[in-house]
T-cell receptor, first 117, second 113 residues
Framework: NAGVTQTPKFRILKIGQSMTLQCTQDMNHNYMYWYRQDPGMGLKLIYY???????DKGEVPNGYNVSRSTTEDFPLRLELAAPSQTSVYFC????????????????FGEGSRLTVL | DQQVKQNSPSLSVQEGRISILNCDYTNSMFDYFLWYKKYPAEGPTFLISISSIKDKNEDGRFTVFLNKSAKHLSLHIVPSQPGDSAVYFCAASAVRGAQKLVFGQGTRLTINP
């Protein structure tokens, strides 16, 4: 019962470097999301996907890119790392749901802590 | 502009008593609300949700109340237990299909023995 798996758990980057945060889910969920959480703040949506090949911007997409080639994987790419991208990143997934019946919950990974120096 | 607000950064409650966490929202298009619990170094985990067609939803020790006219919801935990010590996030949704949740800043709940 892996659920949502994120790698790496920790990473330190230098300004201007690039990296990809990996996310995979084994629940066959249609929807996947990337959130970031800054200290003392709530989670903010970066990008989301409603299925393979379909992605869309969330509230804070600048500086990031995503792709969704399979149902299971939703990697998040930082092209030119900046100190403002120091944060904890959470990947999540959810299924198509019936608002009158289902909880509508998102299932979250454990997070990836990124520091840009 | 913070559409979902949790105005209490922290709350301390004695074990066995009731914990009440509050959340306000400004977007009248929100029609579904969720509470998440988060321990350090872990991802948020779902607690309870409520649709705008209801004003109360209960699950064991957890009850969520929704006051649409006041754009306010609250989470009641009774009785509070030491394992309830965590950060609690309120979240809201307005979009059909993908659950694009908007989160509050969180309230750190500490249960004292």
């Amino acid at each position: 019962n892996a659920g949502v798996t994120q790698t790496p758990k920790f990473r330190i980057l230098k300004i201007g470097q690039s990296m990809t945060l990996q996310c995979t889910q084994d629940m066959n969920h249609n929807y996947m999301y990337w959130y970031r959480q800054d200290p003392g703040m709530g989670l903010k949506l970066i990008y989301y996907s409603v299925g393979a090949g379909i992605t869309d911007k969330g509230e804070v997409p600048n500086g990031y890119n995503v792709s969704r080639s399979t149902t299971e994987d939703f990697p998040l790419r930082l092209e030119l790392a900046a100190p403002s991208q120091t944060s904890v990143y959470f990947c999540a997934s959810s299924t198509t749901w019936d608002r009158g019946r289902d909880t509508g919950e998102l299932f979250f990974g454990e997070g990836s802590r990124l520091t840009v120096l | 502009d913070q559409q979902v607000k949790q105005n209490s950064p922290s709350l301390s409650v004695q074990e066995g008593r009731i914990s009440i966490l509050n959340c306000d929202y400004t977007n009248s298009m929100f029609d579904y609300f969720l509470w998440y619990k988060k321990y350090p170094a872990e991802g948020p985990t779902f607690l309870i949700s409520i649709s705008s067609i209801k004003d109360k939803n209960e699950d064991g020790r957890f009850t969520v109340f929704l006051n649409k006219s006041a754009k306010h919801l609250s989470l009641h935990i009774v009785p509070s237990q030491p394992g309830d010590s965590a950060v609690y996030f309120c979240a809201a949704s307005a979009v059909r299909g993908a659950q694009k949740l908007v989160f509050g800043q969180g309230t750190r709940l500490t249960i004292n023995p």
